[in-house]
């Protein structure tokens, strides 16, 4: 009974002590939460273009943590690099702006985050690209919808880039390319005033008219190469 009662005694002296650290370990997690960046991408294949490549790396990915093998150039220049950050994957291939409101669907942003956005590609495939007015009005609105409901800031918004670079014989659609042409300034038009008003413009089309055919696979979609050039114009305007 006297050494039940002498450890009973130890563990209430020791309880306090224990009780101190638990909390400190616990605020300090709260701290490192809070101080870790979290990288949040929304949209299309411009940002979900990992299974267009062997290694299965998209912008995102490479954003956050380079992949110093095959990019060498890019390490130490991700955001891991700067301080403890993280990626919430959220853009989806062939998604619409219909589809933005079902991926933002269940966010609960850290206090330090940032989105990045790449959206209207697939939107003038399937029908803007002919778009009379009426269509790329209601795109607008749409996009701005999501943007103004959208609890991150800031937001980082992509052009529609041209897999064409600019060449009218290599046009694939069945659409005249004045017309394509036309459609296509019109939504990068909409993105960048958006843009301007609820975050920054990242000038993807602008950066791949630079670019070559290397550049994407499948006639449309970012390669290897694409992907990590993506990353450059995001990273860039981190």
Not at 77 to 84: A, I, K, N, T, V
């Amino acid at each position: 009974m006297k050494i039940l009662s002498m450890t009973r005694r130890r563990l209430l002296a020791w309880t306090p002590a224990l009780l101190l650290v638990a909390c400190q370990n616990a605020s300090r997690a709260r701290q490192e939460a809070s101080a870790t960046l979290t990288l949040y991408t929304f949209g299309d294949s411009i940002l979900d273009c990992g299974h267009y490549n062997a290694y299965g790396v998209h912008p995102g990915q490479l954003i956050v943590r380079n992949n110093d093998k095959l990019f060498p150039e890019f390490k130490g220049r991700d955001l891991q690099s700067r301080g403890p950050a993280r990626l919430d994957h959220r853009a989806v291939d062939g998604a619409t702006v219909a589809g933005l409101r079902a991926q933002a669907r269940g966010l609960s942003p850290d206090a330090d985050s940032v989105a990045l956005l790449t959206i209207g590609g697939n939107d003038l495939l399937r029908g803007l690209v002919a778009d009379s007015g009426a269509g790329i009005r209601k795109f607008e609105f749409a996009l701005e919808t999501f943007l103004r409901d959208l609890p991150i800031r800031p937001v980082l918004l992509g052009t529609v880039y041209d897999p064409t670079f600019g060449d009218d014989a290599r046009n694939f659609l069945t659409t005249d390319a004045r017309t394509a042409r036309a459609n296509h300034r019109r939504v990068n038009d909409v993105i960048a005033s958006l843009a301007a008003r609820h975050g920054r413009l990242v000038d993807l089309h602008a950066h791949f008219l630079q670019g070559d055919r290397s550049w994407l696979t499948r006639t449309i979609e970012p390669s290897l190469t694409g992907a990590s050039e993506v990353r450059r114009a995001f990273l860039a305007a981190l």
